[in-house]
């Protein structure tokens, strides 16, 4: 089993920042191949904010690029979010994400518990 395991959130004033920061730990061999970040306001679904790839291909949600940047460690197995230029929209419970292979299983997909971002006008 993944666990994965989110920091950095809190509450921020609009055109504050914050850098959420993710760890995957487990007991054994888990190849990672792709790391993201969602978010989720209560009443609407969960969205994609970013991912990246093992090589460091980067993928962003239209209403995020230009002041999200998503970087990832693959020695540490971390994924971090830096925000910038943060909106009132931008509130919501923030999940990181991995998807990769565990021998014998593959394209497995954990979740973190979510930290919660609050960006006040």
């Known amino acids: 089993q993944v666990q994965l395991v989110e920091s950095g959130g809190g509450l921020v004033q609009a055109g504050g920042s914050l850098r959420l920061s993710c760890a995957a730990v487990?007991?054994?061999?888990?190849?990672?191949?792709?790391m993201a970040w969602y978010r989720q306001v209560p009443g609407k679904q969960r969205e994609l904010v970013a991912t990246?790839?093992?090589?460091?291909?980067?993928n962003y949600a239209d209403s995020v690029k230009g002041r999200f940047a998503i970087s990832r460690d693959n020695v540490k197995n971390t994924v971090a979010l830096q925000m910038n230029s943060l909106k009132p929209e931008d509130t919501g419970v923030y999940y990181c994400?991995?998807?990769?292979?565990?021998?014998?299983?593959?394209?497995?997909?954990?979740w973190g518990k979510g930290t919660l971002v609050t960006v006040s006008s």
């Open positions: 994400n991995a998807r990769g292979d565990m021998p014998p299983a593959y394209d497995l997909e954990f």
């Open positions: 990246i790839t093992t090589d460091r291909r980067t």
């Open positions: 487990s007991g054994s061999f888990f190849s990672i191949r792709t």
